[in-house]
């Protein structure tokens, strides 16, 4: 037989005693299944049992009641002996009950509390469209219309047509690649111009995959952030050498003193 928890128990005791009190205040003999049945009411009542389960489960008592019932009638025979006639009558078999006589069966035991619980975990994430796409094409034409309007005011600083027999002196590159062309005074043109900057692009790929730290506070990035101040200042560096501090014959030279040999 499957054990009772021990909290149950007890609240069938409590049921139980509060019907034996409410019978000896003055409820009538005859009335005494009825007080049984208030006392299965009241202690179905204090367990929280929703009421499908309820009636399923009285439904189930009435039935193996019948059922014993039948049981005990088949099983109650008469046997008569060869010689006198006396009948000898068997009992069946015995039924299992609780305390009080009470049939219990447990049908579960369910938490307190909801059965689903649940809970709504924020997201730090959202999606690319529209959040982000939108936010881009409008920074898009914000840039194309400052262009345009750039162009009306100030003129593009066309110069003649080159010269192969004029070679202009210094010969500088656009400012984007004058960093570049400043390595060039200090390596050789495989390392300045193939491994440094292959390296640093292998880097910057590479870098997403190296420091994986989600959190996006300054103090818990300092390698990364410490890396990428490295090669911001570098590129820099290099960028206003070759622009301003680099004169004829690629010379260093001050621009307060020889003049700005600098073309956008």
């Not at 100030?154 to 004029?166: F, G, Q, R, S, T």
Request: glycine share 8%.
């Amino acid at each position: 037989m499957t054990e009772i928890p021990e909290h149950l128990r007890k609240r069938a005791e409590e049921a139980r005693a509060k019907a034996a009190a409410k019978k000896d205040e003055g409820a009538p003999p005859a009335e005494a299944p009825a007080a049984s049945g208030d006392d299965a009411a009241s202690s179905e009542a204090a367990s929280k049992i929703p009421a499908h389960l309820l009636e399923r489960a009285k439904a189930a008592r009435s039935k193996a009641a019948g059922a014993t019932a039948g049981a005990e009638s088949a099983g109650t025979g008469v046997a008569a002996t060869s010689g006198g006639g006396t009948a000898v009558a068997t009992a069946g078999p015995p039924v299992a009950a609780g305390p009080g006589g009470h049939t219990q069966r447990l049908l579960t035991v369910v938490k307190s509390g909801s059965i689903q619980d649940v809970k709504a975990s924020p997201q730090d994430k959202v999606h690319v469209w529209p959040h982000l796409l939108s936010v881009e094409f409008v920074a898009a034409l914000l840039c194309l219309a400052f262009t345009f309007v750039f162009s009306i005011f100030v003129n593009a600083p066309l110069l003649e047509l080159a010269d192969i027999n004029k070679t202009p002196n210094p010969s500088k590159a656009p400012w984007y690649f004058l960093g570049l062309q400043e390595l060039l005074a200090f390596f050789h043109p495989m390392v300045a111009g193939v491994l440094l900057p292959g390296i640093g692009l292998a880097g910057l790929a590479m870098a997403p995959y190296i420091d994986r730290n989600p959190s996006q506070k300054p103090e818990d990035r300092k390698f990364a952030i410490a890396l990428f101040t490295i090669f911001m200042m570098s590129c820099a560096v290099l960028t206003i050498i070759g622009s301003f501090f680099r004169g004829p014959g690629q010379l260093f030279v001050f621009p307060w003193t020889e003049g700005l040999f600098f073309e956008l």
